[in-house]
C-alpha cells in the first residue's frame, strides 16, 4: 500500500509515534489525516499536518468510549471519505507489579486492548466491504517478550498483539492489509510522562519516533504484518519460542543485573 492520495486516521496522534505516523503521511502524499487525542495535542498535531500539504482535522477523543469513536470516524469520513488506513496507535505505559492498583489495570486494558477494538469496529466494516485499507495495530515488542517494568503494560501488549493477529486471520482474504507495531524503546513523551523503567534503557538505544514511522511506511509497501523498528527483537522471540525455560530463566537473571535482586520478591497485591 502506498499512502498517496489516502485518508490516514490515527489515534494517539498528538505525540510520539502517533504525531510522527500523521506527519509521514503528509509527506507521503496523503490527501487527508484524521488525529485523535486528548487535549489539544490532536490539534496541534492537524496543524503541522496541514502546514505538510494535507487536509487535516484534530478531534478530541477518548479511545475507550465506543460510541464516541465511532462518531469521529463517521465524521471523518463525512469530512474526507473513507478511511484507507487506521492507526490503533493510542496507549498507555503505566503500572509495576501485582501491586499496581485495580484502576491501573483496568486503564491498561481499556486503552492498550478495548481502545484497538473500538477502532476496529468503526472502521473494518467498511474497509472489508470496499476490499481495500490497512489497519494499524502499535502493540511493543513488550507483546512479543515482556516489559519487566510494568506487569499491567505486558499484558495488555500481548493482548494487543494476540487481537493483531486475529484480526489478520479473520480477515484474511477481505482485502485489508494488517501490520503489527512492536519497538522497544523510542524517544516519545510516554517516556517523560509515565516514565521508563531501567530495563527498557538497558535494552539498546532508544529510536526516534520518525524512524518508527519510516518502518510502518516500509512494512505498508511490503505487505509486511510484524512491524519491527528493532530488528534485534526477532532474535529474542526466537530464541523465546525455541526454548520457554531457559528464555525465562536468562530473562530472571537479567533483571536481577538490572532492576536489582531485591526486586525478586514480588510486593503483596492490594487487598
Known amino acids: ?6 485518508h490516514v486516521l490515527v489515534t494517539g496522534g498528538g505525540s510520539g509515534i502517533g504525531r510522527s505516523l500523521a506527519l509521514r503521511a503528509a509527506s507521503e502524499g496523503a490527501r487527508a489525516v484524521t488525529v485523535l487525542d486528548l487535549g489539544d495535542a490532536a490539534h496541534d ?30 465524521a471523518s469520513v463525512s469530512r474526507f471519505g473513507p478511511v484507507d488506513f487506521a492507526c490503533a496507535n493510542a496507549g498507555v505505559a503505566i503500572g509495576t507489579g501485582l501491586a499496581a492498583p485495580d484502576a491501573v489495570w483496568q486503564k491498561c486494558w481499556e486503552v492498550n486492548v478495548l481502545g484497538v477494538v473500538n477502532l476496529a469496529r468503526a472502521v473494518l466494516p467498511d474497509m472489508a466491504s ?8 502499535t502493540a511493543s515488542a513488550a507483546g512479543l517478550l515482556t516489559s ?14 494476540a487481537l493483531a ?30 516514565g521508563i523503567g531501567p530495563s527498557t534503557l538497558a535494552a539498546g538505544a532508544l529510536l526516534e519516533p520518525e524512524e518508527v514511522a519510516d518502518s510502518v511506511v516500509k512494512a505498508l509497501r511490503a505487505g509486511q504484518f510484524l512491524v ?41 497485591a492490594p487487598g
Open 130 to 137: 470496499r476490499g481495500g485499507g490497512a489497519f494499524l495495530v
Open 1 to 6: 500500500m502506498e499512502l498517496r492520495g489516502t
Open 228 to 268: 519491527l523498528p528493532h530488528p534485534e527483537v526477532a532474535g529474542f522471540e526466537q530464541k523465546r519460542v525455541a526454548d520457554r525455560d531457559n528464555w525465562i530463566a536468562g530473562m530472571a537473571r537479567w533483571r536481577d543485573r538490572v532492576i536489582g535482586s531485591a526486586a525478586t520478591t514480588p510486593p503483596p
Open 165 to 194: 493477529e486475529w484480526l489478520a486471520i479473520t480477515y484474511a482474504g477481505a482485502g485489508v492489509g494488517f501490520h503489527c507495531l512492536c519497538p522497544q524503546g523510542v524517544r516519545t513523551p510516554m517516556i517523560e510522562t509515565e
Open 45 to 74: 498535531t492537524a496543524q503541522q499536518v496541514e502546514a505538510g500539504g494535507a487536509e487535516s482535522v484534530g478531534v478530541v477523543n477518548d479511545v475507550t468510549d465506543g460510541s464516541a469513536l465511532a462518531e469521529a470516524v463517521a
Open 148 to 161: 519487566l517494568d510494568s506487569a499491567p503494560y505486558a499484558a495488555t501488549k500481548h493482548a494487543a498483539v
